[in-house]
């Protein structure tokens, strides 16, 4: 479970988050969305210590946050774009992870299998094309078998085979009891997926709670109507 | 610690196997053994080797070190994302950029060196501090890069900033020290223009070399005043630990300012 207390952060004079109080309940599927700019990747990048809040508490399963490391053997962190030594191997890049996490001993090499990795172990990072660097980009996110998920755009930049690849095991993962934290753009994912639903606007949370719960408080018959409409409701 | 291990390893990999790191030892080499075909005296080589390294290696530490630190941001990002500690890799990305250019400094000069060994035979002690200089040069100038990417999220302000204190330390400190010796010749300036050395890395590793040679009239005011005031001995003794600080300290900053920074 993650829970932030007043999160508050601030870049010079722009506020990233505005004292943010939300809850993410363990074993769901979470959906961040908002508009661009909104906050969305600050507060993921706060839950793995990438950011630094200005002001306010995180917890991550009841840990408080305040420049500690080990709780990260929980998560499994897939950035938008995702960057390796260019000059090293495929298989090196994995090895070094492994040695990293090298409490982890048991690996979950099932999306390597599905997106078929193997063929690429011998090659140069430099080498692979934007679309393989995201497939290794998601199977290390699943590699070390992590309770907690966080995944940015996880679809950006997959072929749809990938990409549905990528959906159901996500599907999988979290009926085996794992939370996942996500964000999309594509509205017909997040109808699929999500089951929680943040909505962070300007840095503020402007609704939390169960998908069901936005569409029949809106009064629109789908999700990305009823996302639509507390965007327009919002502006005007 | 481990992980500090594993991170180093992989860096060196990295790093031993970019172009511009081969390119940067034939560099070296070519240079060397340039040098070694020209003359047979020992001592003329190795000044000309000095000068010319004084100026290659704080460009090329700077300049790659930030642009090391900039293109890996993502891959730092990925790295953070780890149950690792902030310092760890940054002591890793720092060693395992610096230990491969050290070497490919050491082997690029060196191996040219080794062919032409029997001309050496007198220039044991000051070949050795002709390396010893170079290997400090590299890793301050690599910590200084790291503590000026850290500083700047800008690449193009980093980059300047690098190329700027490249030109200071190695051609524009100098001119101001005469301009101050010169401004200030009614006093004793002994003691001034010894702290002066001291804070140059460039001078002092130049020293290194200049105190075994003996000759004074080749290290310019400051360093004449050094081998007066000190004796090789203590002076040698000094400059190895200035050269000590100067690779410490700023890696210090930049360890801090890399743990409170945000991503």
Same mark, same amino acid.
């Given at each position: 479970?993650?829970?932030? /207390?007043?999160?508050?952060?601030?870049?010079?004079?722009?506020?990233?988050?505005?004292? +943010?109080?939300?809850?993410?309940?363990?074993?769901?599927?979470?959906?961040i969305?908002?508009?661009?700019?909104?906050?969305?990747?600050?507060?993921?990048?706060?839950?793995?210590? +990438?950011?630094?809040?200005?002001?306010?508490?995180?917890?991550?399963?009841?840990?408080?946050?305040?420049?500690?490391?080990?709780?990260?053997?929980?998560?499994?962190?897939?950035?938008?774009?995702?960057?390796?030594?260019?000059?090293?191997?495929?298989?090196?890049?994995?090895?070094?992870?492994?040695?990293?996490?090298? /409490?982890?001993?048991?690996?979950?090499?099932?999306?390597i299998?599905?997106?078929?990795? /193997?063929?690429?172990?011998?090659?140069?990072?430099?080498n692979?094309?934007?679309?393989t660097?995201?497939?290794?980009?998601?199977a290390?996110?699943f590699?070390?078998?992590?309770?907690l998920l966080?995944?940015?755009?996880?679809?950006?930049?997959?072929?749809?085979?990938?990409?549905?690849?990528?959906?159901?095991?996500?599907?999988?993962?979290?009926?085996?009891?794992?939370?996942?934290?996500?964000?999309?753009?594509?509205?017909?994912?997040l109808?699929?997926?999500?089951?929680?639903?943040?909505?962070?606007?300007?840095?503020?949370?402007?609704?939390?709670?169960?998908?069901?719960?936005?569409?029949?408080m809106?009064?629109?018959?789908?999700?990305?109507?009823?996302?639509?409409? +507390?965007?327009?409701?919002?502006?005007? | 610690?481990n992980?500090?291990?594993?991170?180093?390893?992989?860096?060196?990999?990295?790093?031993?196997?970019? $172009?511009?790191?081969?390119? =940067?030892?034939?560099?070296?080499?070519?240079?060397?053994?340039?040098?070694?075909?020209?003359?047979?005296?020992?001592?003329?080589v190795i000044?000309?080797?000095?000068n010319?390294?004084?100026?290659?290696?704080?460009?090329?530490?700077?300049?790659?070190?930030?642009? =090391?630190?900039?293109?890996?941001?993502?891959?730092?990002i990925?790295?953070?994302?780890?149950?690792?500690?902030?310092?760890t890799? =940054?002591?890793?990305?720092?060693?395992?950029?610096?230990?491969?250019?050290a070497?490919?400094?050491?082997?690029?000069?060196?191996?040219?060196?080794?062919? =032409?060994?029997?001309?050496?035979?007198?220039?044991?002690?000051?070949?050795?501090?002709?390396?010893?200089?170079?290997?400090?040069?590299?890793?301050?100038?690599?910590?200084?890069?790291?503590?000026?990417?850290?500083?700047?999220?800008?690449?193009?302000?980093?980059?300047?900033?690098?190329?700027?204190?490249?030109?200071?330390?190695?051609?524009?400190?100098?001119?101001?020290?005469?301009?101050?010796?010169?401004?200030?010749?009614?006093?004793?300036?002994?003691?001034?223009?010894?702290?002066?050395?001291?804070?140059?890395?460039?001078?002092?590793?130049?020293?290194?070399?200049?105190?075994?040679?003996?000759?004074s009239?080749?290290?310019?005011?400051?360093?004449?005043?050094?081998?007066?005031?000190?004796?090789?001995?203590?002076?040698?003794?000094?400059?190895?630990?200035?050269?000590?600080?100067?690779?410490?300290?700023p890696?210090?900053?930049?360890? $801090?300012?890399?743990?409170? $920074?945000?991503?």
């Amino acid at each position: 479970m993650i829970k932030t /207390e007043k999160l508050y952060k601030k870049y010079g004079t722009l506020e990233a988050l505005k004292s +943010l109080d939300v809850v993410i309940k363990s074993n769901k599927l979470t959906y961040i969305v908002g508009p661009n700019g909104s906050g969305k990747t600050t507060f993921i990048k706060s839950i793995l210590g +990438l950011v630094k809040p200005t002001s306010g508490n995180l917890f991550v399963d009841g840990t408080k946050l305040n420049g500690i490391y080990q709780y990260r053997k929980n998560i499994g962190y897939m950035p938008q774009i995702a960057s390796f030594p260019e000059n090293l191997c495929v298989k090196e890049v994995l090895n070094l992870l492994k040695e990293i996490r090298s /409490e982890t001993v048991k690996y979950d090499e099932e999306l390597i299998h599905l997106l078929s990795l /193997e063929r690429e172990y011998d090659k140069r990072i430099k080498n692979l094309s934007g679309g393989t660097k995201q497939k290794l980009n998601a199977a290390i996110a699943f590699l070390f078998d992590p309770q907690l998920l966080i995944l940015d755009e996880p679809s950006a930049g997959l072929d749809p085979v990938s990409s549905s690849i990528l959906k159901d095991k996500i599907l999988r993962d979290k009926k085996a009891g794992k939370t996942i934290l996500f964000t999309s753009h594509i509205m017909s994912e997040l109808e699929e997926l999500a089951e929680e639903i943040i909505f962070l606007l300007e840095g503020s949370v402007c609704f939390s709670g169960e998908k069901d719960e936005l569409i029949s408080m809106t009064g629109e018959k789908n999700l990305e109507r009823a996302i639509a409409n +507390l965007m327009i409701g919002i502006k005007s | 610690m481990n992980a500090l291990k594993f991170i180093i390893k992989y860096q060196i990999h990295d790093t031993l196997r970019s $172009k511009w790191l081969i390119i =940067y030892s034939l560099f070296f080499a070519a240079i060397s053994y340039g040098l070694l075909s020209f003359t047979n005296d020992s001592g003329k080589v190795i000044l000309s080797l000095l000068n010319i390294n004084m100026i290659i290696i704080p460009l090329a530490s700077l300049v790659f070190g930030t642009i =090391y630190l900039y293109n890996n941001r993502d891959y730092i990002i990925l790295i953070l994302s780890q149950p690792i500690n902030r310092k760890t890799l =940054y002591l890793g990305l720092y060693l395992g950029l610096a230990f491969p250019m050290a070497l490919s400094f050491l082997f690029g000069t060196g191996l040219p060196i080794l062919l =032409y060994i029997k001309n050496f035979k007198e220039a044991g002690a000051v070949l050795f501090n002709l390396f010893l200089g170079g290997i400090f040069e590299t890793f301050i100038f690599v910590s200084i890069s790291f503590l000026i990417a850290t500083l700047n999220e800008n690449k193009m302000k980093g980059l300047g900033l690098s190329i700027f204190l490249w030109m200071f330390f190695s051609a524009l400190y100098d001119g101001l020290i005469l301009i101050t010796l010169q401004f200030f010749r009614e006093y004793p300036l002994e003691i001034p223009s010894l702290v002066f050395t001291l804070l140059n890395p460039v001078d002092l590793s130049r020293l290194l070399v200049i105190l075994k040679f003996d000759i004074s009239a080749l290290m310019g005011y400051t360093g004449a005043v050094f081998t007066q005031f000190f004796g090789s001995g203590l002076g040698f003794a000094l400059s190895i630990l200035s050269l000590l600080l100067w690779s410490i300290l700023p890696l210090l900053i930049g360890l $801090k300012n890399f743990s409170k $920074k945000d991503f």
